[in-house]
């Protein structure tokens, strides 16, 4: 079965500072990756998608990239602020097929 | 505008007892709706997902089943509750054209 796997340890790096967080799936490569953002206590929240054709994508302060050879794609985010503190939690797509990594916590300090 | 709504929000209940969660779709037709579990500190488990009306997928064996009786309504049951299906249970609904998850606030289920 698929597999996504994301650093089950907490990030923690300073407010200004850019946070990098992996994401590595088994098997095949999906249609596309989804980002989503998780506070505690609350429904994840769709950030931004990568189809398997593109190699990167911005959004504000946001960038994922998507590398089909290393089957990775990796989750930026830059001039972190203490208000980027989440889990987040990576999304393998494929048709009705979609496949949720265990999350990654980031604690930015100020 | 798309809006995503279940209840209730917390609930405690005693093992052997039933369940039934509840989540509601409006601004859109025909969606394709999924209940996740996620249980303390792990990532999304998919329970079950629907298609259409009466169409239910199951992706995990278990004491829980799922029903979809009207267009915009989806609904997790248990006839009887294990202390292992304690979690916080979410439903979703995918936007068509792009793919992306929409996420109702969770129910927060503790069985004692």
């Known amino acids: 079965s698929q597999k996504i796997e994301q650093n089950s340890e907490a990030l923690n790096i300073q407010e200004g500072k850019t946070a990098t967080l992996t994401c590595n799936y088994t098997?095949?490569?999906?249609?596309?990756l989804q980002w989503y953002r998780q506070d505690p206590g609350r429904g994840p929240v769709f950030l931004l998608l990568?189809?398997?054709?593109?190699k990167e994508k911005r959004k504000e302060r946001l960038k994922v990239t998507f590398d089909t050879t290393l089957k990775q794609s990796l989750f930026h985010i830059t001039a972190s602020q203490p208000a980027d503190s989440a889990t987040y939690l990576c999304?393998?797509?494929?048709?009705?097929?979609?496949?949720f990594g265990g999350g990654t916590r980031l604690m930015v300090k100020p | 505008s798309q809006t995503i709504h279940q209840w209730p929000a917390t609930l405690v209940q005693p093992v052997g007892s039933p369940l039934s969660l509840e989540c509601t779709v409006e601004g859109t037709s025909n969606p394709n709706l999924y209940w996740y579990r996620q249980a303390a500190g792990r990532g999304l488990q998919l329970l079950f997902y629907s298609v259409g009306i009466g169409q239910i997928s199951s992706e995990v064996p278990q004491n829980l089943s799922a029903s979809r009786p009207q267009d915009r309504q989806f609904i997790l049951s248990s006839k009887k509750l294990l202390l292992s299906d304690s979690g916080f249970y979410l439903c979703a609904w995918r936007k068509q054209n792009t793919g992306e998850l929409f996420f109702g606030e969770g129910s927060r289920l503790t069985v004692l």
């Open positions: 999304v393998w797509n494929a048709g009705n097929m979609l496949t």
């Open positions: 990568i189809r398997e054709n593109e």
């Open positions: 098997n095949y490569s999906p249609a596309y």
